[in-house]
């Protein structure tokens, strides 16, 4: 075996040069984009490239800043003798790639590193030896190799890693690090069955279903890398949206795609998207679970409709002195003319406003302009036209517009319904009376919004639309006003030439150039980048959609997803046995079937890389009790610990958990501790927490750096803590009909170690518990 330090130094020269490279490279693309930034003119062809370059130049950049960090950390040395450096992103000897350029560093994601995840001694992929290089900054500390054939075993400088896992020296050391409250990327220690997944080639939707600390969430970012990678040009200008449970949790994955040098993605919950609406509101889950039920599309149809309004009676409207009529025939011709043009309801507002005001004006004419000896009426259609455009300024005509067809915004629409029991009554007959009861609500006005009335607003506002001829003509007008300007700016350089100048062949700026090219070069340019413009837009398409916790989506939060995404490449990871929502799903064939029938595929990981054997032998005794069909994932490892259950006496509850929790605290060093209650005893539990534990935080953002968060089941999903203490879980199971799925995610958010502190009875999964003395 060849000797380590020399080794580790023989691959610092070789990473110091990559180093170099990468620093050569970031100054060239920041001269470059400085270049682009300082041109100016030209054709709109030519501002369109310009934006275009300026934006891959800035991908390109963000990928090398992020590539500073662990830049390499494999090598392949191949059958024919021949080696590859993997790492973040490629390098090559020339400033371009090309079949000439020699590469230095291959990038994680190419073809030709695939060996480096795949390869074991029973399969080596033309592999003979893959070292690990561990880097500190752009310090090589160590090296570790796994020989795959026996020709590797004399260049080695470490023992063989074993045929199952890839790595398994990196891959321990990096589950037993410390959570800092931020997920990392894992392209050091990506799994065969992860890079499967990673890399599938399936083009709609994939489905990723795997148990607790299976790394589906690290999964679902990588392959959002990957993607990237192979379908840039598509994907950069289109975005890749990630949605995730809670704001924690995005907090919590903020690191991952950006450390791997990706900016062109949007992180967001569904009550994020639709913007300039803060929905944020709490709300009972019951409220929720018929927010979100797929009938509530054809109940906002049917609110819409409503409010396109027949009355059964005349109208009398005074207009100017004289009573005017509006019958019913002639409401309900205008509207069924209006629907059948099948346009959105405040689009075609101005067709309708048009036929009742020239039915009312014709109406007036016929009284003011009537020839007193029978004959014809006396006015002009131009004059009927002019009586009908003053009506558009009549309060009392327009409270009749306003009546028969309001232009709605979705805002007012939901408020609307929400506070009238006759319209939810008219508009969802196919709810019963205790679900419109839960719909109903007290205030008067828009708002406040919860996360689950999104879904219903963007339903309300494809089927209202949005007459934009007004905005348009404001455009043009302004458009107008700029050119106008510039000729004024044109006119007066001329008038200012000299006689001279003026009998000579000098050339002026009106030679050069006219008017509208003046306007257009200082109009404003939208400096803001793909994903900022997409959180803005409601209309926004995406390329693709990563869904987390994809099992806890209402049916009208996939309607909404599915909007988004025409094309329906998505990648969905969840599951259906930690649905912990009313609204959520325990089938992905239901919630995907009505869009995608036939055409999802579904992957399993079955690994647990995250929770020790002996926490996960608890765990799946819940599961058990849940489905007893439902198989636990493997944990590849013990930690050695063993989880407990401490009884104390009634009333002491809260004393002796921050007792407890003060106890483990301490104990933690740079790790971080989870203190999971139920939701009716978190006030008085937290309280009593951060008296003895005063560094504790509360609720608000469990994924922050605080060694200590009291926290319920919710705010955990899809976090990750080194210790985790369970406070009375037999609330916990009592506190929701989905019970048993919150106390199965509880019990598997722990690297580490697990402890559970109770008065009252425990679920029976959990008796096998030892207990703790104290």
Same mark, same amino acid.
């Given at each position: ?189 990506? /799994? ?41 040009? /598509? ?73 396109? =309004? ?53 109406? =007036? ?52 319904l929400f506070c009238s029991p006759e319209r939810l009554e ?244 740079q790790r971080r501790l989870a203190v999971i209650v139920p ?69 598997t958010r722990a690297t580490q170690r697990l402890g559970v ?18």
């Amino acid at each position: 075996m060849s000797n380590p330090d020399a080794e580790t130094r023989r691959e610092q020269e070789y990473v110091s040069m990559l180093y170099g490279r990468l620093d050569e490279l970031r100054q060239q693309l920041s001269e470059r984009m400085a270049a682009v930034l300082k041109a100016s003119g030209g054709t709109d062809q030519a501002r369109l490239e310009r934006n275009v370059t300026h934006t891959v130049y800035s991908g390109r950049l963000a990928q090398l800043e992020a590539a500073d960090h662990g830049l390499c950390f494999g090598r392949l040395d191949l059958l024919d003798h021949s080696r590859l450096y993997v790492g973040r992103v490629g390098l090559f000897e020339d400033s371009e790639e090309s079949e000439e350029s020699e590469s230095l560093l291959v990038d994680w994601r190419a073809p030709a590193a695939r060996p480096f995840y795949l390869a074991t001694a029973v399969n080596p992929d033309g592999v003979r030896l893959r070292r690990h290089i561990k880097e500190q900054g752009r310090v090589v500390v160590d090296v570790h190799d796994e020989p795959l054939t026996l020709d590797g075993l004399d260049t080695a400088t470490a023992g063989a890693g074993s045929g199952g896992l890839t790595s398994e020296t990196a891959l321990f050391s990096a589950l037993n690090t410390g959570r800092t409250g931020r997920m990392s990327d894992i392209v050091e220690t990506i /799994q065969a069955e992860q890079d499967r997944i990673i890399r599938a080639e399936h083009g709609g939707v994939l489905v990723v279903q795997g148990g607790p600390g299976t790394g589906k969430t690290a999964v679902a970012l990588h392959r959002a890398a990957y993607l990237l990678y192979t379908r840039r040009q /598509q994907l950069t200008q289109r975005v890749v949206l990630v949605i995730g449970p809670n704001p924690s949790f995005l907090h919590y994955i903020g690191d991952v795609l950006p450390a791997l040098g990706e900016t062109s993605v949007l992180l967001a919950t569904v009550g994020d998207l639709y913007p300039g609406v803060r929905a944020d509101a709490p709300e009972p889950a019951e409220v929720a679970e018929v927010k979100g039920r797929l009938v509530m599309a054809e109940v906002i149809r049917a609110a819409v409709r409503d409010r396109e =309004y027949v009355p059964d009676e005349p109208i009398e409207i005074d207009y100017e002195g004289q009573a005017l009529t509006l019958d019913p025939a002639t409401v309900a011709r205008v509207r069924d003319r209006a629907r059948g043009a099948l346009l959105q309801h405040n689009v075609i507002r101005p067709l309708v406003v048009r036929e009742i005001t020239s039915a009312l004006a014709d109406q =007036y004419a016929d009284i003011i302009g009537a020839d007193p000896f029978g004959g014809p009426r006396l006015l002009e259609d131009e004059e009927v036209e002019d009586i009908r455009r003053s009506m558009l300024e009549d309060f009392a005509v327009r409270d009749v517009l306003d009546l028969l067809w309001p232009e709605l915004t979705p805002q007012q629409l939901l408020a609307d319904l929400f506070c009238s029991p006759e319209r939810l009554e008219s508009a969802a007959p196919g709810l019963d009376r205790e679900d419109r009861a839960l719909l109903l609500r007290d205030e008067d006005g828009e708002g406040p919004w919860s996360a689950s009335d999104v879904p219903l607003l963007d339903e309300a506002a494809e089927l209202l639309g949005e007459d934009d001829r007004a905005e348009r003509l404001r455009e043009e007008a302004a458009r107008r006003q700029r050119i106008e300007y510039a000729q004024g700016v044109l006119d007066v350089a001329a008038g200012s030439r000299s006689l001279e100048a003026e009998e000579g062949a000098v050339l002026t700026a009106s030679d050069l150039v006219d008017a509208e090219w003046l306007a257009e070069r200082n109009e404003e340019t939208d400096r803001r980048t793909p994903a900022e413009r997409a959180a803005a837009e409601r209309t926004w398409t995406f390329g693709h959609v990563i869904v987390d916790e994809a099992q806890e989506l209402s049916e009208m939060a996939w309607r909404l997803l599915m909007r988004r995404c025409p094309t329906k490449s998505m990648t969905v990871v969840g599951d259906t046995a930690q649905t912990g929502d009313l609204a959520g799903t325990g089938s992905w064939a239901r919630v995907l079937d009505p869009y995608v029938a036939g055409r999802w595929q579904l992957e399993q990981l079955t690994q647990n890389y995250r929770v020790p054997g002996e926490i996960m032998a608890v765990a799946a005794e819940v599961l058990a009790e849940l489905d007893p069909e439902l198989d636990a994932p493997s944990s590849v490892r013990d930690s050695g610990e063993r989880p407990w259950r401490l009884r104390v006496e009634p009333g002491r509850l809260a004393e002796r958990l921050a007792e407890v929790v003060a106890e483990e605290a301490a104990g933690l060093g740079q790790r971080r501790l989870a203190v999971i209650v139920p939701d009716q005893l978190l006030p008085d539990l937290a309280e009593a927490v951060v008296a003895a534990v005063p560094k504790a935080s509360v609720g608000e953002d469990p994924a922050a750096p605080s060694p200590v968060a009291v926290v319920d089941v919710k705010q955990v999903k899809g976090l990750e803590f080194d210790s985790v203490l369970i406070a009375e879980p037999g609330l916990i199971v009592d506190d929701s009909p989905r019970g048993l799925n919150d106390l199965y995610v509880a019990l598997t958010r722990a690297t580490q170690r697990l402890g559970v502190v109770h008065s009252g009875e425990l679920p029976a999964a959990l008796w096998r518990l030892a207990p703790r003395a104290g």
